[in-house]
């Protein structure tokens, strides 16, 4: 399939009173035509930020982007002006924000809400708006959508406010949708709906999804391929079954573990002990060795290279790496 997005070696850094904080250090992933790409990791890991650096949300200050690429259509959105970005941002590339509660205005009903992003970038009247606006309430399963798009956010429980969010999103169709945690704050039984929710609408219009989570268990259920980050770095990414079934990198296996399995038998999780590391001064060698049973001493001297497992999985750690002993034997 074709990549609509590549990322290569994306660096991101916060400056703040006690230094910079380097948020993602390197982070390289392509996303092809029609996929949905779930990038997980502990909060903190650099998803959102990630996912924002996309949208060219970073505040500068504090934020910029320091080094890499994020090209779109064989566009650098890292070097386009403010202008031309306010062109792709809703219309080309959309994004669905953590919170349905606070994503909403207060003051302004549904149906203005949406229709403000057709306005924008269609240049279409307010008639054809609405129209096409009640048409995305239909396609995120809202009743009634014609009374409710006179409605204020308030009127509406947390899931039907979420799916007022994707119709948002998605209103102008774009060939891309970033999802930033879109079924944290929704309860068991409305994350499930939300989820087949992205499933129908993927099917009907072909957009590329990218999934900001922390939840596997809604991993497992829509993404074609995952990205595990780790104190701002991709440490592991493959196919859904490679990552389930085969993980390599001891923070993906201790994230799985940690996850509540009804064949555990009332058996204890296994949570991951200690803390993510400080990004204002980052580790020199892998970022995860000072939690990982499995840490050598070239761990904490030197970053592992990539290995390839496969033409889609890839681990960045010394224990699949042939060279770790070799590396360790010159440093000595």
């Not at 269609?122 to 399963?141: D, H, P, Q, T, Y």
Request: glycine share 8%.
């Amino acid at each position: 399939m074709e990549n609509i997005l590549e990322v290569n070696n994306l660096h991101v850094t916060f400056k703040t009173y006690g230094g910079e904080v380097k948020a993602v250090r390197g982070v390289t992933f392509d996303l092809k035509k029609g996929e949905t790409l779930a990038i997980v990791g502990e909060s903190g890991c650099g998803k959102s930020v990630t996912s924002q650096s996309i949208m060219r949300l970073i505040p500068n200050p504090p934020g910029r982007i320091a080094e890499g690429s994020i090209l779109y259509k064989e566009k650098d959105l890292t070097k386009i002006q403010e202008s031309e970005m306010r062109k792709i941002r809703g219309k080309d590339i959309s994004m669905i924000f953590q919170d349905p509660m606070t994503a909403l205005n207060p003051t302004l009903t549904v149906g203005d809400q949406i229709m403000e992003g057709i306005i924008q970038h269609e240049k279409i009247s307010r008639a054809e708006a609405k129209k096409k606006a009640l048409e995305m309430l239909k396609l995120v399963g809202i009743p009634s959508a014609e009374a409710r798009l006179k409605q204020y956010p308030h009127q509406f429980s947390g899931g039907m406010r979420q799916r007022i969010v994707i119709a948002m999103a998605l209103v102008c169709d774009p060939e891309i949708l970033i999802a930033d945690e879109p079924t944290t704050a929704l309860d068991v039984t409305i994350q499930a709906q939300i989820l087949d929710l992205f499933k129908e609408i993927q099917e009907k219009t072909g957009v590329s999804i990218i999934l900001i989570t922390h939840d596997l268990g809604v991993v497992a259920q829509v993404a074609d391929r995952i990205a595990v980050m780790y104190a701002g770095k991709i440490v592991e990414a493959g196919t859904r079954r490679e990552i389930f079934y085969k993980p390599q990198h001891p923070y993906t296996k201790g994230l799985l573990n940690s996850v509540p399995r009804l064949d555990l038998d009332g058996g204890d999780l296994i949570p991951i002990p200690g803390s993510p590391p400080d990004l204002f001064a980052p580790p020199e060698g892998c970022a995860f060795a000072a939690r990982c049973p499995y840490a050598m001493e070239v761990c904490d001297r030197a970053y592992p290279f990539k290995t390839s497992l496969s033409s889609e999985h890839e681990v960045d750690c010394w224990l699949q790496d042939e060279r770790a002993q070799k590396l360790l034997a010159a440093m000595k």
